[in-house]
């Protein structure tokens, strides 16, 4: 059965249904996963080499997993900040990974437009909110030459949160409907020459060879990009980490509410609490709003239960309304949740396995939207060969260790979650920074 539609896959209603892989097949290159990473992969493969066959399947249907789910940030930064780069890959490294993604959220906006994809793009920046004195210290040396701190009345000018003492805005990110722009991909993919199979789930992927519940493919190059379904593949369950995050939609909000919230170039808003949380106002005129609010499942357990936990929704409502506590009686229309992929060192990346013809990429810890883009190109590139200088960013062939055996995997992600928790309370409650997010980062980051 089909989860609770997210808001994005209610609004775009029945999507073409395409049927599922008929039986064995040979093509050029397989990619398993019809979300964003997959399909611009296929996108950018057609136009290396336009007569290559190219096969994209999905074991639902496209945009099923997170592209179809998350709270449509498109943010020009990875996961693991800029000084974890510095740390891998030098201060130059880390320049390039940073210019890199700026770039490519004004490529993402580019392509939607170049391929007629009306996906509401408002490209307003984001608003990292400090609520707190501990959110203020850890956001105010952020700041950089572009990326720049606000004081109370600033930000209170970009969005009427409640306790605000400043925050930090962020002009590299734009706010789209990922519903539209996955469907759209998927049909600019086709019109390509590029076929999407869906209900096709991959059992093992081994060489050039994908087993799948449906038949065999045999392809020069196979990539991975189910993100934390990949899970379910044959030998990659310690791969990514299945972590929850749901989200609320608002009804379209009246005009005074609207006045009242801001966000009029519909800023992304967040605030600098380790327990994450992320909104946008939509072309409609909501409030969809997300958060962590459910557990890791032993096991990288993914169900629908947990995705549509009503005590879990009512943590993410709760944090909405602490928020902007006048919305107290407007209605929440939908209510939905999906999992992102986290590596053990919660820093994405894109590898390349040539000798056997697999190439993956994921681990986006939540902030895929653009990252899905620049993977897309970054293996497109790799696999035709072309010697593109997005072969060489940092990001590319640097594997993350694999997740411990349980119960060592579940007992060290609980205790990071408690310590997280711990942090935000303590800040609220203290006002100053809290040590014990440090004590967890190190554990997750080594």
Not at 106 to 116: I, K, N, T
Request: with cysteine; glycine share 12%; charged share 25%.
């Amino acid at each position: 059965m089909r989860p609770a539609p997210s808001l994005w896959h209610d609004q775009i209603g029945d999507a073409p249904s395409r049927p599922a892989l008929p039986g064995d097949i040979a093509v050029d290159v397989a990619i398993v996963g019809g979300g964003f990473t997959g399909l611009w992969t296929a996108l950018y493969l057609k136009r290396l080499q336009p007569d290559a066959r190219v096969l994209v399947i999905d074991s639902a249907f496209v945009g099923f997993g997170a592209s179809g789910r998350n709270g449509g940030w498109c943010i020009g930064e990875l996961a693991a900040g800029d000084d974890r780069w510095r740390g891998l890959a030098g201060e130059e490294g880390a320049r390039r990974m940073h210019r890199a993604m700026v770039g490519t959220v004004d490529e993402v906006g580019r392509m939607a437009s170049e391929l007629g994809i009306d996906c509401d793009w408002a490209h307003g920046g984001a608003i990292h909110l400090a609520r707190n004195g501990g959110q203020e210290a850890r956001l105010r040396p952020m700041a950089t030459d572009d990326v720049h701190w606000l004081d109370a009345a600033e930000a209170s000018a970009v969005v009427g949160a409640t306790a605000l003492r400043g925050g930090l805005f962020d002009p590299h990110t734009a706010v789209l409907h990922p519903g539209k722009l996955v469907v759209g991909l998927a049909e600019a993919c086709e019109r390509s020459g590029v076929v999407i199979r869906e209900g096709t789930p991959a059992r093992r992927v081994t060489g050039g060879i994908v087993e799948t519940a449906n038949g065999r493919i045999t392809a020069d190059a196979v990539v991975v990009a189910a993100e934390a379904y990949g899970g379910t593949i044959t030998g990659r369950r310690r791969d990514l980490v299945p972590f929850y995050s749901l989200m609320v939609a608002t009804e379209p909000l009246d005009s005074e509410s609207l006045e009242r919230i801001g966000l009029t170039d519909r800023t992304a808003f967040t605030d600098a609490r380790y327990r994450v949380i992320y909104g946008q106002r939509t072309a409609d005129g909501r409030i969809a709003f997300g958060g962590r609010a459910a557990a890791y499942r032993y096991g990288s357990k993914i169900d629908r239960a947990t995705e549509e936990s009503a005590d879990a929704h009512h943590v993410v409502h709760e944090a909405l309304l602490e928020l902007f506590p006048f919305l107290a009686g407007v209605e929440i229309t939908h209510r939905w949740g999906g999992v992102l992929g986290v590596p053990r060192n919660w820093t994405p990346s894109v590898g390349a396995d040539r000798l056997h013809g697999v190439y993956r990429a994921g681990g986006y810890v939540g902030e895929g939207v653009a990252a899905a883009n620049l993977a897309g190109r970054c293996l497109a590139h790799l696999i035709v060969g072309t010697g593109d200088d997005v072969t060489t960013l940092p990001w590319v062939r640097r594997p993350s260790r694999r997740w411990p055996i349980e119960p060592l995997r579940w007992l060290g992600i609980q205790a990071g979650s408690v310590l997280f928790e711990l942090a935000d309370r303590r800040e609220a409650t203290t006002d100053r920074r809290a040590r014990e997010a440090d004590i967890a980062w190190r554990w997750v980051r080594r």
